[in-house]
């Protein structure tokens, strides 16, 4: 009887917030005409998950998605000749590795589902580990996509250890390098963390003013900003000094649009890799990859609406709390923090957001 009364709970915190967000309540209509087939369902190929020799290779097994289409109102998109510099594709870069895998598959598959004109999402996938491709292939076959090898060694030295392992991992820094990884040709991209889903057209997003700035982002000034650098930092005028003039607020790095145009011109990624440098000698900060950002970035932000992340749903980077919405609307849902929903659904132990990202979970879990 107790898991009765639970899972009540559990179900009717969630329906809650499906009532009381009316961005959650309404689908676009790519969601509309997408195929009618069953899904069918797909074995991908083993992958070693370990570098150690004794380790078993792991084994993911996805349902095949549906097919996306366009709605009529998009134009025709033949993804067999669409190339990455077609000027009417939305672009979208996001980390693919083993450990965040499924999240990055319900990611791609809440920004189809959510999508008017999803033929025209083309996605940018970086990687440090090869063959990674097929993996999504099997479960996107429609899919526009390239995949881009970000070579960790760029970055070993440059990290410093952090609150939570998993944020010193190589990859977590190979957001600094998309103008460099990325075709010339192209000019914007939105840059994604990969626990997170889509819940709106990822087109609104992509279409924000930035203005005359670099990068667009939520931005969040009622946070403490003070307690994302150590008391050195903030009592040396030659590195807190970086923000006179400015009113730094913080910002999630997980959902940035960047214009890559402004930020090749401004050779930004050396600005982040030299804060990177001080760091190591210095300890000015305690967070993994976000403090370089908020020092080259922080008061030079274009503001973008709160309802495109709502983030912090993974809770603390220690104890992965369970959280609850922001109030507003809401366009997109995020995992940051140590809790990731699979993770806590699996462990049958969920919090009762993680039931909206469940949905797009293409995960097929073995019998």
Not at 223 to 242: E, I, L, M
Request: charged share 20%; aromatic share 14%; with cysteine.
């Amino acid at each position: 009887m107790l898991w009765i009364i639970q899972f009540s709970g559990f179900f009717s915190a969630a329906m809650m917030m499906i009532v009381l967000s009316p961005s959650l309540q309404s689908f676009p209509p790519a969601e509309a005409i997408r195929s009618s087939h069953l899904d069918s369902y797909i074995r991908l190929p083993s992958f070693q998950v370990s570098t150690s020799p004794d380790s078993q290779d792991d084994r993911f097994s996805f349902r095949k998605a549906f097919e996306f289409r366009n709605a009529d109102e998009c134009g025709f998109a033949d993804h067999q000749t669409t190339g990455v510099c077609d000027p009417t594709l939305v672009h979208v870069a996001i980390t693919l590795d083993v450990q965040y895998l499924r999240g990055l598959i319900a990611a791609v598959h809440s920004i189809l589902q959510h999508s008017l004109c999803p033929e025209n999402v083309f996605f940018h996938f970086l990687v440090s580990e090869t063959d990674m491709e097929t993996l999504v292939r099997s479960t996107f076959p429609q899919l526009k996509f390239k995949v881009y090898y970000f070579d960790p060694e760029i970055v070993r030295n440059l990290i410093s250890s952090s609150v939570r392992q998993a944020l010193e991992q190589p990859l977590n820094y190979a957001r600094n390098y998309l103008a460099d990884l990325l075709e010339p040709c192209v000019r914007r991209v939105i840059y994604l963390d990969s626990d997170l889903v889509f819940v709106d057209d990822i087109s609104k997003l992509w279409n924000t003013n930035l203005r005359s700035r670099t990068i667009g982002a939520p931005e969040y000034c009622h946070a403490n900003f003070t307690k994302y650098f150590t008391n050195s930092f903030w009592s040396d005028d030659r590195f807190s000094g970086t923000f006179r003039g400015r009113k730094p607020c913080y910002f999630n790095t997980g959902v940035m649009v960047i214009d890559l145009v402004r930020w090749r011109r401004a050779g930004f990624t050396r600005r982040i890799e030299r804060w990177m440098e001080i760091q190591k000698s210095n300890r000015i900060y305690e967070l993994g990859s976000l403090p370089p950002f908020l020092l080259v970035f922080a008061g030079r932000v274009a503001p973008i609406e709160h309802r495109w992340n709502q983030h912090g749903l993974g809770g603390d980077n220690v104890r992965g709390s369970c959280r609850d919405l922001h109030p507003g609307p809401i366009s997109l849902l995020h995992w940051s923090g140590s809790g990731k929903p699979w993770l806590r659904l699996d462990s049958k132990r969920p919090c009762p957001l993680d039931a909206l990202w469940a949905p797009y979970d293409l995960y097929r879990h073995p019998h």
